[in-house]
């Protein structure tokens, strides 16, 4: 289970009005934003906030993962909540037949108990032809589990599903949309490659509209729209702890290499991606995709979308105090940087395509240059002096990144991409 959430000294450029016990500083405690300090350029993750540098590994792991930590959950993302107490996971269908004999596909309901009440319906395809556990991706998907594979015998959603989904009617999830993203999940190209897969709907527990009433929201706040808190959670933050506890159970399934899990995700999932594994350190691999602004982009970047256009577009995906920052985002006292070194020493890979200038792919080659500092601090090579590469060429160390000629999709060329990294990383399968 991951470690319980530690909040440490504010972090930042200068001295900032903050009352510091020890090493340790309440949320309440971060200055409002009107007297944090203004930088055009991407904070440097091995300064702390009160100014002072981080020059061992120790300081990094001890004092300035945790604070950055405390400062992504209060003036962005929103804080998240520890793992529940009690969850109970029960097989509702396996096909050890599946692919002509070449998998085992699994559904599974992991009932997350109180307070939560919610239920993820996770979807596990795992290769049968393998000498010992298999590594696996794991990531949530935008419109059901049924989408992504054409297969009758898949359960439907039930909670609410955006107009957009193939096959939706009424915002609910039919049979007509069974595998419509299976090209763009491809499973079967995974299994070939020797990974399992395991995905589930990101609206088992956030919907992906406006609100706060739906999904584990109310469960956890217990409090209206009107009445959330400045530094609640939003979706994406949501999301990323859905992919935690679906971690929790592929810890325990013996079918997988626990030390060789990663995730993945496209977009406002490749945020939610990006977040849980700068957040947990059991993701072996991290992949976000197109993830763009709030994701992979800086929030200081100034192509494509912009703080303000994501907060009016998109209210539920960030906490109350991040839309604060809406025209003053040099004041942020992070920038995604930061959360690209949270995953540090572990492999990150962002992926993108030329034609997607709304997700920044320039600036995103910019985070992973400006997070490479706690990389070597670390004692591993990150981006290893890569420039930013033409088309079609993989680049970079434990930081890596693509860019692919295309729009703003998720495809069977990004899979081929993520896979042979995850064979240069892991070994291949």
Known sequence: MPRALVVAV??????????IVGAEMSHAGFPDIASLPTSTELPDPLVMFDGSPISSPEQWRERRRPELKALFEHYMYGKLPPAPASVRVTLDREDRDYFGGKATKKELTIDLGPPASSKIHLLLVVPNKRSRPAP???G???YG????????????????VPASAPGSKNYRATDAGRGKQADVWSIEKAVDRGYAVATFYCGDLAPDHPGF???????????QNSKRGSNEWGAVAVWAWGLMRAMDYLQTDDDLDKARIA?????????AALLAGAFDDRFALVVSHQAGCGGSAPSRGTVGEQVKQINDRFPHWFDGEFKKFNNRVYKLPFDQNGLVAMAAPRPVLLTNAVQDTWANPAGQFDVLKAAD???KLLGVKGLDGAEMPEPGKLVGDRLAYHIRPGKHSMSPEDWQVWLDYADRRFGRP
């Open 10 to 19: 504010a972090r930042g450029l200068i001295v900032l009005l903050a009352t």
């Open 136 to 138: 696996a991706f794991v």
């Open 140 to 142: 949530a998907n935008f």
């Open 145 to 160: 589990n049924h989408a992504v594979l054409d297969d009758p015998s898949i359960a439907l959603p039930t909670s609410w």
């Open 213 to 223: 009433n739906d999904g584990v929201f109310p469960r956890y706040a217990g409090q």
């Open 263 to 271: 995730v993945t995700g496209h977009s406002r999932l490749g945020k």
């Open 373 to 375: 500092s706690t990389y």
